[in-house]
């Protein structure tokens, strides 16, 4: 029998060919200039067993970060497990955003709601060291990731210290006493009954974070209206929102009476946060 090689591999593989190569080079270890340059390497039957099994599951629809058990978000690593939101590159913006509206506030406060693998939180705290971040979710286990995620991804002397990381039902469990300069949330924002909920990896995502089992903005609403009480003097609110949501979601943020109230599009040209000033 013919040894099997990486190559080999990779040409019987029913996965699109970017998929096939993440998961081989997870199982051996590798670079992914090595698939190149040891391309016609013989591999030992037990990596290609692994291989081949989480083939299969990848086959069968179960999400690559969750079988390779990372994911890349802002230029960083982040540790994925079942028990959190896949980060996305359109959540990118967000962090964008956040980041432009603190660009000339020293040691800025900055919250994020719903934190999941910490992935908003943390790649902010990366690019601010001085500012001062808090992240928050009601899932223990999702918190435990973003702990992990924290604790591997930034700088243990940075100047703003360490994330504050809270168990909270949106801001429960937050000192009343604490206002912030920026507030950011990728909330549940999928309507109950949407057909996505049943397609790709959303299939395997924790479905508390990617639906409010009602019509898609009742925790959208439920941050808008606590944020007033939070915001520091002139302080932004960004959220993340559904492809559809951003007229309701601007309309939601004018009547609760913020200002410059707008919407910003990813690169797909879709409006995919929206947020606004609270008035000094």
């Known amino acids: 029998m013919d040894p099997v090689t990486p190559t080999a591999l990779l040409r019987a593989s029913p996965l699109p060919p970017l998929e096939a190569r993440i998961l081989l080079t997870h199982v051996l270890g590798w670079r992914h200039t090595q698939l ?16 081949r099994a989480l083939e299969a599951r990848r086959a069968a629809g179960e999400p690559v970060a969750q079988l390779v058990g990372a994911r890349e978000f802002f230029g960083l690593d982040f ?58 979710d009601r899932s223990a286990e999702a918190l435990a990731v973003a702990t992990r995620n924290a604790a591997r991804l930034l700088d243990g002397g940075r100047p703003g210290g360490a994330v504050t990381l809270l168990q909270s039902d949106w801001y429960g469990s937050l000192d009343t006493t604490l206002h912030f300069d920026v507030i950011v949330s990728n909330p549940p924002y999928i309507a109950n009954g949407d057909p996505h909920l049943l397609q790709g990896d959303l299939r395997f995502e924790p479905r508390a974070a990617l ?60 409006e995919r946060i929206s947020g606004g000033r609270w008035p000094n």
């Open 36 to 51: 190149i340059t040891r391309s016609e390497e013989a591999l030992d039957s037990p990596v290609v067993e692994r291989y």
């Open 79 to 136: 540790d994925v497990t079942p028990d959190v939101l896949i980060p996305r590159p359109e959540t990118e913006l967000l962090v964008e955003t956040a980041l432009a509206a603190l660009e000339n506030t020293p040691r800025p406060r900055v919250l994020d709601l719903g934190t999941g693998t910490g992935a908003i939180a943390v790649a902010i705290a990366s690019m601010r060291p001085d500012a001062r971040v808090w992240a928050l």
């Open 211 to 270: 639906t409010d089992e009602a019509d898609g903005l009742s925790a959208i609403r439920k941050i808008i209206a606590g944020a007033p009480t939070r915001l520091a003097a002139n302080g932004v609110l960004w959220i993340e929102h559904g492809y559809d949501q951003a007229q309701a979601v601007r309309g939601l943020l004018s009547a609760q009476g913020f200002a410059q109230v707008r919407s910003e599009q990813d690169l797909a040209g879709i």
